[in-house]
Antibody, heavy 118, light 110 residues
Framework: QVQLVESGGGVVQPGTSLRLSCVTS????????MHWVRQAPGKGLEWVAV????????HYADSVKGRFTISRDNSKNTLYLQMDSLKSEDTAVYYC???????????WGQGTLVTVSS | QAGLTQPPSVSKDFRQTATLTCTGN????????AVWLQQNQGHPPKVLSY???KRPSGISERFSASRSGNTASLTITGLQPEDESDYYC???????????FGGGTKLTVL
């Protein structure tokens, strides 16, 4: 049974940092590309970043480029999102999701809420 | 990064057929197709169809995806009350190297 569990969310002030984690189980983590997708309260889904299965390629949405860093530890089956210089518009539920060739956005976690507020 | 275009809402009668659309461009939907996701309030999204229009195991045959040019479509036949949900499309943009989402369509089953 595949499980993705996000953690690390919370309430932080603008300009500060936060690191999210996504611990996976029940899948061969090192064969999956991994995404972060967020959803602001009452809004639609917004893609944040993707990291290739082997960590060789990463891409970011313009809205977070230069502030957020996606990484992974395949030995721990864990995906991370380092979020720096947080803004109020980063307030959202952050989901991690998996991808393989021809099987995109297949598994999702339950999400972790990040609230950026002074 | 411009997103994909979806109608904000669609309403159809019980047991009828709904077709949801998702319009992009040559670099995203027109290039590789779109993923379709369903999201119920308070829950994470669930994938209904991959870019190749194939359904994951466990997804009802009432859900079928297709593509014509730069527009992807999700057709839901025999609408049921439980189909009332938010539906999103998403695609990889090979020019910008980003994933893009549509704004979502709220489907109401009357």
């Amino acid at each position: 049974q595949v499980q993705l569990v996000e953690s690390g969310g919370g309430v932080v002030q603008p300009g500060t940092s936060l690191r999210l984690s996504c611990v996976t189980s029940g899948l061969r983590f090192n064969t999956y590309g991994m995404h972060w997708v967020r959803q602001a309260p009452g809004k639609g889904l917004e893609w944040v970043a993707v990291l290739w299965y082997d960590g060789t390629r990463e891409h970011y949405a313009d809205s977070v480029k230069g502030r957020f860093t996606i990484s992974r530890d395949n030995s721990k089956n864990t995906l991370y999102l380092q979020m720096d210089s947080l803004k109020s518009e980063d307030t959202a539920v952050y989901y991690c999701a998996t991808e393989r060739t021809a099987v995109e956005l297949d598994y999702w976690g339950q999400g972790t809420l990040v609230t950026v507020s002074s | 990064q411009a997103g994909l275009t979806q109608p904000p809402s669609v309403s159809k009668d019980f047991r009828q057929t709904a077709t949801l659309t998702c319009t992009g461009n040559n670099n995203n939907v027109g290039d590789q197709g779109a993923v379709w996701l369903q999201q119920n309030q308070g829950h994470p999204p669930k994938v209904l169809s991959y870019k190749n229009n194939k359904r994951p195991s466990g997804i009802s045959e009432r859900f079928s995806a297709s593509r014509s040019g730069n527009t992807a479509s999700l057709t839901i036949t025999g609408l049921q009350p439980e189909d009332e949900s938010d539906y999103y499309c998403s695609a990889w943009d090979s020019s910008l190297n980003v994933w893009v989402f549509g704004g979502g369509t709220k489907l109401t089953v009357l």
